[in-house]
């Protein structure tokens, strides 16, 4: 979590300690973990197709029978936020959690607004400009929860079919209905829920509260020797607070994200009469304070014990290991099986041949063809297909016959591989397979 300073001019030769900026920080990430939600279903990077059953991740187009992969992204995504937990406290609560970033949106938007009607519309009475404001404030916020809704959505739908489902109003197909239930349980928890989510039924705080030990950063409010108090009671840190805590009370309430606005609040206070803040960001509730220069570059980054230790490299193997398995896998799948349904026919040659069944999934998203070619000692035996082509994304299964003269070979049965080469990635595969020569008639 970064420390953000910056002086604050004050009359006097002597400068006001600094101020720790939190709330222009964490609105800058904010607005990056929007832009991250409203870009992954748009560009293929995280995108879960139900209606084609297919999932995107990282831009690679990740198939049903897929699911390991599918399963190991997902339970990263869930490890790295419990990981987080454990390192930083509750991290991503006060800077990644979509319901307190659309949650403070909402509580900023409606002050805004409110606002604004209050400069521009002076002349009407408070109940006017109160009805006046609530109307504007829900009109936008049904605006944005359809934007929010449609984009969620994305994230199952393709998001054009989708557009195409708004435009038309559909309530009739899965896609329609969930995006107007989305839009209805966004809407309500854009205008009415909001940070309430969080205190009364969010699981997380209580996991993290699990998860926190000794070395937890957290949010601690520190006043002097009780005859020298320095809280000067401006109660600046409680009106700043979304979670309407009182720090003061103690570090360790459910409700508290540990999102810092009260530490620059009080910084901001108290630098006016050149006073440091109160209240800090610390590991643990008597520990060293965030950034603390007396500590090594590893405490100050959280690896504060070697439980901490063993975490973070947990999650960097798993990652590692992730990134590997992503890109060893090939788009174009070939699956063999021999046919025996009958051990043998004939084809319109007279030839004896024996039928396997080819499966191609090209995964990729450009057309690919796959070279088949057959290994045997006997030469007798030959192929009487030698290329398949599949589309981009498409599956073929083909019958390939291997075929010999009816006189050519004595009956038994001939080891045989058949051997196919996948472009574009020019990717070799081998199938042992037998094939069986009958008596002839
Ligand atoms: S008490 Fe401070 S850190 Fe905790 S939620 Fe309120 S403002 Fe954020
Ligand atoms: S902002 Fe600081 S000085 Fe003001 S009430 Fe809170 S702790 Fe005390």
Redesign the pocket.
Known sequence: MATVTSPVNSPGNAAPPPVRRYHQFRKTIHLICVLIFIALPFSNLMRFDIPRQRFYVFGQELWINEFAILFFTLMFLLFGIAAASMLYGRVYCSYACPQMIFSEASLAMEDRIRRWVNKHFIQLSARVRTFASRVLFYASGLIASVFLAFVFISYFVEPRDLLQRLMTFDLITAGGIAGAATTLITYLDFAFVRTRFCKMICPYGYLQGMLSDKQTLLVV?R?GEAKQK?????????RVCHMGID??KSPFQIECIHCGE?VE??D???AKLKKP???HYTWGEQGKMLGSKDESWWMRIGLRDPKRAVVSFIMLFYFTGLMIALSMRHPVQVRVQPDRTSLYTSNAQGEVTNIFRFNIDNRGSVDATVAIQLESTEKALHLTTSRVAVKAGGSVQEMIEVATAPDALQPGVYPIALQTVSEPGGIKSSFPMTFVMVKKK
């Open positions: 409010y006043d320095a809280c000067i009671e401006c109660t600046k840190c409680v720090i003061r009260c609040a009080c901001d206070v108290l803040g109160l209240i």
